[in-house]
Each structure stands twice: as C-alpha cells, then as structure tokens.
C-alpha cells in the first residue's frame, strides 16, 4: 500500500508539472525586406460580416493606415510623403488600406489609384477600432483575427557597432531581439517605422533612434563593458539608466547597445569583442576609442540618429573624431552617472555624438537642460596648437574655420600658450613644478585605482569563485593599467586629487573665467590630430598599450569639468572647442 501510495503521488505530481511557451514574434519578407512584429500586439481592427474582407485569404497582410486629414489630401502625395519620412514603409504596405477619410472625392481618389499601387482592398477605419488611436503608417494585419502587429524593418549591423539589438517588452524593460537577418558575423537591428511618432513640447525626440554604449544599464538588459566575463556574471539590469531614460522619455526610440573598448578604457582596435569599422577612406582605419560603437554607428547607418557614449578622458570626443561626427562631452553634473559602469566618477561624463546639428542641440536640451534665457556668449576666441600659415588644405580648412568664428562672434582669435600663461602665473601651491610634472599622472592614476576599486576587484573575486581560482581575461588596457595602478602608493590619489584641484583653481581665473551672465568668458578651440590615416592593425610590430600618462590641452577639460565638443571637417582632420 505504501509503494502503492508513492506512485500515486508521483504521477499526481507528473500530471501537474507546468511547462511554459513564451511568444518572441515573427518575422516576414516584404518585396525582399525582412520585417520583426514583436509579440505584443497594438489593438485588433475586426469586422462583423464583410463580403471584401471574405475576400482576402492571406492569414497575414500588410497594411497601411492612412490619416486624410482634408478632401484636397492625395492618394499619391501621401505615399510621396512616406516614402520620403520613412524607410520602414515600402509600396508593399498599400496592399490593404486602412483610411479615415469620408468625403466622395477623398474615396474616389483612393479608388481611382488602386490599380497603380497594387492595393487589393481599401477600407474605413472599422468603428469598433474608434478607441484604438493608432498612428499612420506601415503594419501587419490578420483578417481572420483581425489583430494588428507594429512593422521592425530588420538591418544588418555590417559595420560592427553594436552588441544587442533591442526591443521594448513592455513596462519599461527591453529584450533582445530575436530575429535574424543574412550577415557574415553582423547583429541585427529592428527600427520601428518613423511615422508611428509625432514630435511635441513633451516629445521633443519623437521618433529618433537611439543607441547607447554598452555601459549602460537597460532594463531587462545584461551590460558587458567590452568583456566576456563580465557580461556573464552580470544579471540583467532592474532599470535603465536615468540618462537614457530621460531621452526615452522625450520620445527617443532605443534600438540596441553598442561596442565599446573594455571597461571604456581608451584602446586601438578591441580583441575580445572587436572593434567596429571605421565607415571614412576604405572603412580599415581605427575607430577610435571607447564609445567606438556609437561613433561608428552614428556615422555608418541613416537609420540610427543619435548615440550616447561616456566621456573621461576623450572617449567621446576622439571617436567623433576620426568617424567624423559631432560629439560632445558636457560640463561635470550635467548628466546623472547612475547606472553606468564607471571610469572615474571624478571625470566621467554622458557624452551623445549625431550627425545633425539641429538633434545635437535638441538632445542636449533634454539631457543636460537648456541654457539661461540671459547668458550670453563668450567674449574671447583663444587658438591653442594651431597652425600658424595655410601649407596645407588641413591648415587652410583650420584657419578658415576660425576666421569664420570669429567673424560670427565679432571677435579677434588671440593663441593661448597654456604653458608660457602657467610657468609665469603659477600658483605657490604648485611649488615651481610644470603643467607635465604637476598633473602627468593623474588620469592614469585616477582611472586605474577607482576602476579597479568600483569594478575590477568584484569582477576577480566572482570569477575566481565560478572558475576555479582563474582570473577573467582582460585586454591589454585594462590589463595594463590596472596592474599599474596597483604597485602605486594609495596617497597617490590624494596627491592627484590635490594637484587637480590646484589646477582648476589656476584655469578658472586664467583660462575660462566665469560671470555673472556666462559660465565662462573664453571659447578654445585646438585641433584633434594632424589627418594621417591610422589604420586598425596598426604599423607592425603593434605595441602594447602604455598608461595615459602625461599633459595636453584636451586633459583640461577632464580636471576642470568643463565642456567640450568635437566638430568634424571636410578633410580627415578635425577641430574641437572647449
């Protein structure tokens, strides 16, 4: 009776073992395009009895709705229109039409055009549908159904610059997307149609696509700062970061995580995920460092707008660089640092890079706040490594550049020789040493012993625990420099922290000096790089990286807090201004 009684019980609890089925969405082929629909579907549009609807026998239609807003609207200025705001919508989405129009000649219009379009059939917006606001443009509907699935249009990430495409699942929280198209070793990446947004004073950003360095945290979503293990031992974040959820909350759409040199430690191209490629010249050159996937994202694909990256000590701005994009690192404080793996609290800073200057300054409202209804601009140009004649068409496109600039802010450019102003103004503080001896290791110092305190020292302690005692393997950056940082004196940090301090004390009332109706009174600008080509492979043999040690103008910026952006030229080589 007992083994009786035991089996009983044991095939109850057979009987009662749940399993689950979890929906990831399809994907379809439209006139050779591969299209996502997400599980989670936007409403129904159903019908009670239609002769037409009998009609269609396809269990899945493209579909376009259709907003005529007036009798004088077109069937073919509308489609004009689409196709000129859209890369989702192709010709293939007319062949059923959803359309709110009731006057005679907007029917006869719709009606009189179906053949050149291929439109099997042409419909009212159902009346049971009256609840479900739905915006114009691309879908896929079952007639059977009547359920309708938002339109992904699929690309292939052929130039590297991602890590993760995503999707939203609802309730805050992304997913990654689960779907395929053909590419040798490419991610894919979903869009959602543009035209399901509309821009607003709430919605500033309505529409445009976002992509964020894989430091981040995303809800739902595992970060792997450039590294393997760290990705593996790392759970899925329980929200996003408030930087990028400040730009969804404006509208922005976000699509996918993007490569980044570990742990955003400045590196040439990565090896344990490769870098992404360069799109300028023949695609081979090095992408810079370490918001590389934004950057060359930003710059390879029209149907990505606007990147975030982070910035310590130029990872946002050589990156727009050498892609050729604009890029900025904000003032310290300007963006929250929460949820991002960090660098050097102390320096780091949420940096975005685009190629439109007008999303430039519309994004930067939303993440950093607008500027003082009364501030007003600078009062002083200084140029700092310029050249001084035009020998050469980069010489020529610098000094151009300025001339302009200083006609615009009806000024004259005066050079800053930073380290002439320094050796005769210093302060006792400094007691007699140069801008290279007071400040040359502060960086490295700073970004090796914190990184290694924030990151590194957890990351070791849980993969010798998973692995047997073995330690994760780094690149050589991180590697290097946190060994580094290691064999130093742990006064170093307050002597660094100390030598910093007395620098931006100097800067700030010899350099950029504030008032009463500006954040500063002096606008720098200098120049990224002399435009010789670097290739990815480098000359042979590649060295190993070294640390950052070391003082030049684009350091000041890290031990200041202030601003700085990258401008891209027409030749390789580019300007930034501080």
Known sequence: MLLRSIIQLIL????????????????????????????????????????????????????????????????????????????VFNIGFLKVIFHNGHSNNVIRDLQTTKSKYGVEAIFPRPVNASKLFLPPGPYFWSPASGIINAAYRLYSDEQGAFTQGLIPWGNGSYGVIPAAVPGAGSMTIGVPSRLYSTKGPAKPLAGVRLGVKDIFDIAGIKSSGGNRAYYKLSPPANETSPAIQKLIDAGAVLIGKMKTSQFANGEWATVDYHAPFNPRGDGYQDPGSSSSGPAAGVASYDWLDLTVGTDTGGSIRVPAGVNGVYGIRPSHDSALLKGIIPLSPEMDTVGMLTRNTTL??????????????????????????????????????????????????????????????????????????????????????????????????????????????????????????????????????????????????????????????????????????????IYRDGPYPIYSPGIPSGFAIDRVPSFVGSPDFALPSKSSRNTRAL
């Open 12 to 87: 109850l609890a057979l009987t009662h073992m749940t399993y689950c089925i979890s929906l990831r969405g399809q994907t379809v082929k439209l006139n050779g395009i591969l299209f996502y629909l997400p599980p989670k579907t936007l409403g129904t549009f159903g019908f009670d009895t239609s002769p037409a609807v009998a009609n269609l026998m396809e269990s899945l239609y493209p579909i376009t709705l259709i907003d005529i807003a007036s009798d004088n609207c077109s069937l073919d200025a509308i489609i004009a229109a689409y196709q000129s705001l859209d890369d």
């Open 360 to 533: 430039w300054k519309e994004a930067a409202k939303v993440l950093y706040g607008g500027l003082g209804a009364d501030a007003s601009l600078p009062r002083k140009l200084y140029l700092v490594d310029f050249p001084t004649n035009r020998s050469s068409q980069s010489d020529k496109i610098l000094l151009d550049f300025t001339e302009s600039l200083a006609d615009t802010l009806n000024m004259t450019a005066e050079v800053f020789h930073i380290e002439k102003i320094w050796n005769s103004t210093a302060p006792k503080e400094a007691n007699g040493a140069g801008l290279a001896d007071l400040l040359g290791d502060v960086f490295p110092l700073l970004t090796a012993k914190e990184q290694l305190q924030l990151v590194g020292t957890k990351l070791y302690t849980q993969f010798k625990e998973k692995n047997e005692g073995r330690l994760p393997f780094l690149d050589p950056s991180p590697s290097i420099r946190w060994n580094w940082g290691t064999e130093q004196a742990e006064t170093s940090m307050d002597e660094a922290f100390h030598n910093m301090s007395i620098f931006a004390s100097w800067w700030y009332s010899h350099g950029q000096a504030g008032g009463p109706d500006s954040c500063s009174d002096s606008l720098f600008v200098y120049p990224q790089s002399t435009g010789d080509t």
